[in-house]
């Protein structure tokens, strides 16, 4: 029962991420602003959803399926945020 | 709720088309491209397809994209018509076109010809060997046929682009340390991650397409961060390896014959194994097939030899 209760926290929490990064998106005024705005959503909003369904699998194998997808996104994101930056500067 | 973001999901779908056949901007055309993939692909996923969403997500969204950004980013550098070079030489043009002609009426002979259906002697496809997952027992057993062909079909796709002329070869720019450090991280897993869909494509999601995207991905990637990628650098290895997916398919189609089946008709003892043979080789082929076709469109950053 507690478990499931701080995985729906952490999913309400995850999804809140996320739409607060979309209104950044849609509301800032520049690309890099922009891009700041959406690495929130991509890794604490994405962290908090998969934390949140792994607590709610409850299998150790999905749970660990979902951290290894984390860190990809996290991995990707990070660098396409370094990237578009970069594109911007020049 | 389903049936809410089911709604929400068909209209977004549509919306997107209408859009992307609206924007004048190739670019955007391409970045919608992508989303639309991407939404067909949760799309499959609701339709409880997860087989097709991966190939969708993979395939029509991320390969697909990046080709189509790369021939975006190419068209500059390439000549709007062919020159004069290049063409001419070899066999005069009636030659070809009668020997094409021959070759046609020959196929159209051949496949009226054929009374039954080749490669469909059994009606249960999860019948036999390891093969559990029902969309790889339709694609490798039961309708092998038409995946044989579809492997032809990229790989004389490849023959046409390479017969248009070869990739422009530009200075390579600086690749972007940040990228070429998640190229260091990512390809490694995402040439695990390929060997695990092929494997367990027999009895679970994954496949040889799901696998040969994934590998593409990774390739492209590579050329990306200005790495080489040495199956489809080397001149000799790529035609071999582009082929090789159609040539193992074919061999082992005709081998089986030797043993008394029919075309494509897998003994039952072996079929998981050969299975497994056929789907190695054309995962490889078509990655390096897609991987060529990059290099082909876009402006070239083969890195100097």
Redesign the interface.
């Given at each position: 029962m507690t478990i499931e209760i701080l995985a729906w926290l952490s999913l309400l929490a995850g999804t809140g991420f996320f739409a607060a990064g979309t209104v950044g998106l849609l509301r800032f005024p520049d690309t890099l602003t922009r891009l700041h705005a959406l690495t929130k959503a991509d890794n604490a909003g994405l962290g908090l959803v998969a934390l949140g369904l792994a607590l709610r699998s409850g299998s150790w194998t999905t749970a660990a399926f979902l951290l290894l997808v984390w860190l990809?996104v996290l991995?990707?994101s990070?660098?396409l945020s370094?990237?578009m930056a970069?594109a911007v500067e020049d | 709720m389903a049936l809410v973001l089911d709604t929400v999901l068909a209209l977004l779908l549509v919306a997107l088309a209408w859009r992307l056949l609206q924007v004048a901007d190739l670019f955007q055309a391409g970045v919608l491209f992508i989303v639309f993939g991407l939404l067909v692909a949760v799309v499959w996923l609701r339709l409880a397809a997860p087989d097709v969403a991966l190939a969708e997500a993979a395939l029509g969204a991320g390969v697909t994209g990046a080709l189509f950004l790369n021939t975006l980013a190419g068209t500059g550098e390439h000549p709007r018509e062919a020159g004069p070079d290049g063409a001419g030489g070899g066999w005069p043009a009636w030659l070809v076109a009668t020997l094409a002609l021959v070759l046609t009426a020959a196929l159209v002979a051949l496949v009226a010809a054929q009374t039954g259906a080749p490669g469909l002697p059994s009606p249960a496809p999860a019948a036999g060997g390891k093969l559990t997952n029902p969309v790889t027992a339709v694609l490798l057993d039961f309708r092998s046929y038409d995946t044989l062909l579809e492997t032809a079909v990229l790989w004389i796709a490849l023959l046409g682009v390479a017969a248009l002329g070869g990739a422009p070869v530009a200075p390579p720019e600086p690749p972007?340390p940040?990228?070429v450090?998640?190229v260091r991280?990512?390809v490694p897993?995402m040439i695990l991650v390929a060997g695990w869909l092929l494997w367990q494509g027999a009895t679970d999601t994954g496949g040889a397409f799901q696998s040969a995207a994934v590998l593409a991905a990774a390739g492209i990637l590579l050329r990306l961060a200005g790495l080489p990628v040495p199956p489809v650098d080397g001149a000799r290895l790529r035609p071999r390896l582009a082929a090789a997916g159609t040539a193992v398919f074919l061999g082992v189609g005709v081998a089986v014959m030797a043993a008394g089946g029919n075309l494509l008709a897998y003994p039952e003892a072996a079929k998981g194994a050969l299975v497994l043979t056929i789907e190695t080789a054309v995962a490889v082929a078509i990655a390096v097939i897609l991987v060529a076709l990059f290099d082909a469109v876009g402006p070239g950053r083969r890195p100097s030899r």
């Open positions: 990809l991995l990707a990070g660098t370094a990237l970069a | 972007s940040v990228l450090g998640l991280v990512a897993v």
